[in-house]
């Protein structure tokens, strides 16, 4: 059987997507456990690895919540839940940007502090086989060597995003990004040390903070606004999302419609839509003729699965209709 999301079972080239999903998912989690446990045994008292480490520690919170999310919006609606737990999604990806937010402005806080203060971190050596070893090369290797699978993983992940139309996978591929940016800032700072240059350090904590800040602030205003039932938006939110409009065109092409408008809310990965619709005079439409409507919606894309038409005389302000200032659709 498909995976599903509720209701809505999967196309099978979505399913092969959310498949792929989930295999990078975990393998992000593995990959993330021993970046963490590697840069841990060697950032020493330098301010740009300490921000880094803390940054893969984030990490972890888009994999598992999106793992976490998968798993409750499969349950399908009932009398308690009747939307579903499409909006789990939501939920995840709000905890995500929260973390993501308040740890970046710590960190701020914390580097320019040190920054201000002149702080000028120690780097020792290390002995290693018989040999001393300046342990900035040591940190340095093991931030060069969490660059290339962040960067891999970002890329497929943001494909899989918009294939799935899912928020917390996207954040997830901001993060990635994030990752690998942070470990080359890390590699700058801890350089400019051992060439004399303190100051770098604290520097380049201050870029990896504001980054990480950054991202926490845009994927905080994405999961508020979609919990507010904001207009559905692309999985990136750059734009309002194409199915509004191919609902209202589909509905409007039908012989016995006037005119069509929809509001459309993301519920996470599907679509809830309210169609109102506007026959034409004498041309009240049939069970089966709205049946056949709401088929043709749900053919256009698979995100639209929840689907309310509303035959009405006149459209919604919000959907097209006539400004009239009113307080309430009775109201007229």
């Not at 793992?67 to 995500?96: D, E, F, I, M, Q």
């Not at 894309?301 to 009239?324: A, H, S, T, Y």
Request: a negative charge; proline letters at 6%; hydrophobic letters at 50%.
């Amino acid at each position: 059987m498909n995976p599903r999301f509720g209701r809505t079972e999967l196309p099978e080239r979505q399913a092969k997507a959310l498949r792929k999903a989930i295999r990078f998912e975990w393998g992000t989690l593995a990959f993330l456990a021993v970046a963490i446990t590697m840069v841990y045994l060697v950032m020493g008292s330098s301010q740009a690895m300490k921000a880094a480490w803390i940054e893969d520690l984030l990490s972890l919170a888009p994999p598992i919540a999106f793992l976490l999310a998968v798993r409750l919006v499969n349950k399908t609606p009932n009398p308690k839940y009747p939307y579903g737990y499409h909006r789990s999604v939501g939920v995840a990806h709000l905890v995500a940007g929260v973390a993501l937010f308040t740890m970046g402005a710590f960190l701020i806080y914390d580097s320019a502090t040190g920054l201000i203060t002149a702080e000028h971190p120690p780097i020792g050596s290390v002995v290693l086989f018989g040999q001393t070893v300046w342990l900035g090369w040591l940190m340095m290797g093991a931030m060069a060597l969490t660059i290339p699978l962040p960067i891999y993983f970002g890329r497929v992940k943001m494909r899989l995003a918009e294939e799935l139309h899912d928020k917390v996978l996207y954040a997830d591929a901001d993060m990635n990004k994030a990752d690998w940016m942070t470990a080359a800032g890390s590699i700058v700072g801890v350089a400019g040390i051992g060439l004399g240059l303190w100051w770098t350090d604290a520097a380049a904590a201050l870029f990896i903070a504001a980054s990480i800040l950054s991202d926490g602030f845009k994927n905080m205003k994405a999961a508020i606004t979609d919990l507010m039932d904001t207009r559905a938006t692309t999985f990136d939110d750059g734009r309002p999302h194409p199915d509004a409009a191919k609902v209202d065109a589909y509905l409007e092409s039908l012989p016995w419609v006037a005119r069509a408008g929809s509001r459309v809310r993301d519920q996470g990965h599907v679509f809830h839509v309210e169609a109102f619709v506007v026959p034409h005079r004498g041309m009240m439409p049939t069970l089966t003729e709205l049946l056949d409507a709401r088929d043709g919606c749900i053919d256009l894309d698979w995100k639209v699965q929840d689907i309310v038409l509303v035959p009405i005389d006149e459209l919604p302000e919000e959907v097209g209709g006539p400004d009239r200032s009113r307080q309430s659709e009775r109201n007229r």
